[in-house]
């Protein structure tokens, strides 16, 4: 399993951007689909976005098209989660997760997970 750690998480007023990072360790970053995920108590973990392990794909979910993006450097090991013209609703805590096939957006589908990171956009 490869090891994650977001960052990048805080607290942000309606309208503006936070981008989110993930530093994985462990098995070769560059094997994996990389996915963004959250939760807000009670209710279940979401997809947000993914992104294939060569950068050539990118899935996005509907509520976020637009306004997030997914991208990846393999020489960092790293990838992020750029979000703009945040509003309440996203509020949640993100999760970063390695998959090995792109196009899913089960957690099931997603072996190795971190710890999150809580984002909190104000009114």
């Known amino acids: 399993q490869v090891q994650l750690v977001e960052s990048g998480g805080g607290l942000v007023q309606a309208g503006g951007s936070l981008r989110l990072s993930c530093a994985a360790s462990g098995r070769t970053f560059s094997n994996y689909v990389m996915g963004w995920f959250r939760q807000t108590p009670g209710k279940e973990r979401e997809f947000v976005a993914a992104?294939?392990?060569?950068?050539?794909?990118?899935s996005y979910a509907d509520f976020v098209k637009g306004r997030f993006t997914i991208s990846r450097d393999n020489a960092k090991n790293t990838v992020y989660l750029q979000m703009n013209s945040l509003n309440p609703e996203d509020t949640a805590v993100y999760y970063c997760?390695?998959?090995?096939?792109?196009?899913?957006?089960?957690?099931?589908?997603?072996?190795?997970w971190g710890q999150g990171t809580q984002v909190t956009v104000s009114s």
């Open positions: 992104i294939s392990w060569d950068r050539s794909r990118t």
């Open positions: 997760a390695a998959g090995r096939r792109f196009g899913s957006r089960g957690v099931e589908d997603f072996g190795s």
